[in-house]
């Protein structure tokens, strides 16, 4: 395990999370002592183990393909943050 | 009246000794009396929980009643209760007002019960402690400087301190048992699939399961057959007959056969909670029960695959608060990916933060072969080390915790400490099995003690069997702490 202060700025990217070089370096030093727990996981043989995802490895169900939910746009949009002629907005995207 | 079990609240409520208005007030003045030293509660909101109540008193008058109509339940902020402020213990949701019910929430309302309001919790489910909420830590009510668990820490000492008749949690990797345990209450964390998902905010999918909290087996019996049951809107909600949990609660013990796991008995396993323990264990014997020693040998790996698996599905969770549909937006952004990344930084707290990290890192390019895949490999180890266990036994036993309720911001500085308090509770979670924690005696420092008991898949019925005939013969269950009067 080498997770790298880059590694972390990387990570936090990808996650969308805002980071301080301080707010860097702590989670770095945090993380690095998770993944020593962790890697105690790696050492295991788990040649021929199925993975296993649901206890009952059950499959996903399939439905009718029929109409369940109705328009309730302005109920949903009252929790928005901002909203306009039922669009919500956000910052430019397209120049 | 506020000893009193469900079924004798409801024969009270019945019977018009008290209304569900009464009882109700009972509880909202308590609450308005004890929450601001336990903070158990995020939201109450006495209008509404009244209406319900009117309304269970005139359903209470017709003959078609249910043994919870006009029971005051508190709910789990992790809920959506439609008109309900929903936070999740977060920031983030700090303003959510849920648009719709979960399927939980459903559930009670159907049968008349009353929403007393939304406990406290860990954000977004990830703590063990109740410290890392938004809305501030609850506190022990056997000991104010204890922390009572979590996550569902805040419906844990609501129920201890009597500010509700009963409550719900939810458990990922011990979030019910462990706060059960600590504050000296019962609770049951069905079989993974048992009690629908749906409106219950999403921390690691292939984990989380509520349940019941509550002061006896009984109480939880009678709390999950309401909350069970197949629900079409949560795709892993399985397709099965309805049951009565509380069809066993009377067996005689006479046969059963008592699995003990070495490894909840090994190293790190404190000498009081250990007594505590073993004198159940005795007491069970007593009853009939006989004791089998047995091996969970790959137990010891249950919190690294947790640790691997629980973040990789919160960060893909977590990925819908962007501060655009709903939810806390940052009050200042130049543009869109500025929006999110303040939006995230400021509206998560540290814990959550960190879990998503790990998920973000164990699913990225090159490593979820090393970590997602590998973590799901050894769950199927785990799971099978319980699959043969119950080959020689009807029911594990061993301690809900490694000891009694540590102090606020004992494990704070340091997250590896604080995930290692699980450790008894998580292998459960990842195998899909049925846990519960009763109360089990106390320990040297005067906190409770929890036994739990891991059920085979479903047998939840003989669980509360188990748990119930050991709560008519100890009178642990039944202890309140000090300063509450009731």
């Not at chain 2, 006495?46 to 009117?54: F, G, H, I, T």
């Not at chain 2, 007959?241 to 509380?246: P, S």
């Not at chain 2, 303040?342 to 998920?359: D, H, L, N, T, W």
């Not at chain 2, 990225?364 to 050894?378: F, M, T, V």
Request: aromatic letters at 8%; hydrophobic letters at 40%.
């Amino acid at each position: 395990m080498s997770l790298s202060i880059n590694d972390v700025y990387k990570v936090a990217r990808l996650a969308r999370l805002g980071m301080t070089e301080q707010e860097a370096q702590t989670a770095h030093a945090q993380l690095l002592n998770i993944f020593g727990l962790i890697a105690e996981m790696q050492a295991v043989d788990t040649n021929g183990i199925a993975p296993m995802s649901h206890a009952q490895d059950i499959s996903q169900r399939l439905r009718e393909d029929v109409v369940t939910e109705h328009n309730q746009r302005e109920l949903f949009q009252a929790a928005a943050p901002q909203v306009k002629e039922g669009l919500y907005l956000v910052p430019q995207v397209i120049e | 009246m506020l000893n009193s079990s469900l079924l004798q609240l409801g024969a009270a409520l019945r019977s018009k000794k008290i209304s569900s208005v009464e009882l109700t007030q009972l509880y909202l003045q308590r609450i308005t009396a004890l929450n601001s030293k336990l903070n158990a509660y995020i939201t109450v909101n006495e209008e509404m929980s009244l209406v319900q109540a009117r309304a269970a008193d005139v359903q209470l008058t017709q003959s078609k009643t249910h043994a919870l109509t006009g029971i005051p339940i508190a709910q789990k902020d992790i809920f959506c209760a439609r008109d309900w402020r929903t936070t999740c213990g977060s920031k983030m949701l700090s303003n959510f007002i849920a648009p719709y019910d979960a399927h939980v929430i459903e559930q009670f309302n159907s049968v008349g019960a009353v929403n007393l309001g939304k406990t406290n919790m860990d954000e977004f489910a990830m703590g063990s402690s109740n410290e890392t909420s938004y809305f501030g830590h609850v506190k022990n009510p056997w000991n104010n400087n204890a922390v009572p668990g979590g996550s569902s820490g805040g419906s844990a000492a609501a129920v201890s301190a009597h500010l509700c008749a009963a409550a719900t949690g939810t458990d990922t990797g011990g979030s019910i048992r462990q706060p059960a345990a600590l504050c000296g209450i019962s609770g049951l964390k069905p079989t993974y699939g048992v009690v629908s998902r749906y409106g219950m905010i999403a921390f690691a999918s292939s984990l989380d399961q509520a349940g019941p909290m509550a002061r006896s087996a009984e109480d939880l019996a009678l709390l999950l057959n309401v909350m069970a049951g197949f629900d079409e809107r949560d795709s892993t909600s399985l397709q099965r007959d309805t049951e009565d949990y509380t069809r066993d609660l009377n067996k005689p013990l006479n046969g059963l056969r008592i699995g003990l796991p070495k490894e909840f008995f090994a190293a790190g396993l404190s000498a009081d909670v250990a007594q505590a323990i073993e004198a159940s264990i005795a007491e069970y014997k007593k009853l009939g029960a006989s004791v089998v020693d047995i091996s969970l040998p790959n137990s010891h790996l249950s919190i690294p695959v947790y640790y691997v698996l629980a973040p990789a599905e919160a960060s893909s969770n977590l990925s819908r608060y962007d501060g655009v549909r709903y939810g806390y937006r940052t009050p200042e952004y130049t543009n869109l990916a500025d929006m999110y990344e303040k939006s995230r930084a400021q509206g998560f707290g540290e814990e959550v933060k960190r879990r998503i990290m790990i998920g973000t890192y164990v699913l990225s390019h090159g490593y979820y072969d090393a970590y997602y895949l590998q973590a799901q490999k050894i769950r199927r180890l785990i799971a099978q080390d319980f699959v043969e266990a119950f080959k020689q036994c009807d029911v594990i036993m061993g301690p809900t915790t490694p000891t009694t309720a540590f102090n606020l911001a004992e494990k704070n500085d340091d997250p590896v400490q604080m995930y290692l308090s699980d450790t008894y509770t998580i292998a459960v979670n990842l195998a899909g099995l049925p846990g519960m924690s009763i109360p089990a005696g106390f320990g040297s420092n005067g906190l409770p003690v929890g036994l739990q008991i891991i059920g085979n898949y479903f047998d939840e019925a003989r669980m509360l069997n188990v748990a119930h005939q050991y709560q008519q013969v100890t009178d642990w269950h039944t202890s309140t702490p000090q300063h509450i009067e009731v």
